[in-house]
Nanobody, 115 residues
Framework: QVQLVESGGGLVQTGESLRLSCVASGTIFRFNVMGWYRQAPGKQRELVATISSGGRTNYVDSVRGRFTISRDNAKNMVYLQMSSLKPEDTAVYYC?????????WGQGTQVTVSS
């Protein structure tokens, strides 16, 4: 069984930075995609960024240039460095592990950006 645990959320002001972390435990397939999604109140969950086990990254347009996703394969961890945060970034951020035939989700961590 795979478990994902996020950390690093919190309350910040516009323009500040936060770093989210997620650790995966259990049986992890070597080839996978890890990523971050977010869900704001009253909105659907949306992709923020993904990174493959080979290091290929993908970002939603609204965060490109402000957020950076990275991973440490040896530690089964994925990170999201968020800079120049805006109020519209406020959401619950979820860690995701995609092994192709199945996806796993963390419990989510709240990020709130005040104006």
């Amino acid at each position: 069984q795979v478990q994902l645990v996020e950390s690093g959320g919190g309350l910040v002001q516009t323009g500040e930075s936060l770093r989210l972390s997620c650790v995966a435990s259990g049986t992890i397939f070597r080839f996978n995609v890890m990523g971050w999604y977010r869900q704001a109140p009253g909105k659907q969950r949306e992709l923020v960024a993904t990174i493959s086990s080979g290091g290929r990254t993908n970002y939603v347009d609204s965060v490109r240039g402000r957020f950076t996703i990275s991973r440490d394969n040896a530690k089964n961890m994925v990170y999201l460095q968020m800079s120049s945060l805006k109020p519209e970034d406020t959401a619950v951020y979820y860690c995701n592990l995609d092994i192709g035939i199945r996806q796993y989700w963390g419990q989510g961590t709240q990020v709130t950006v005040s104006s």
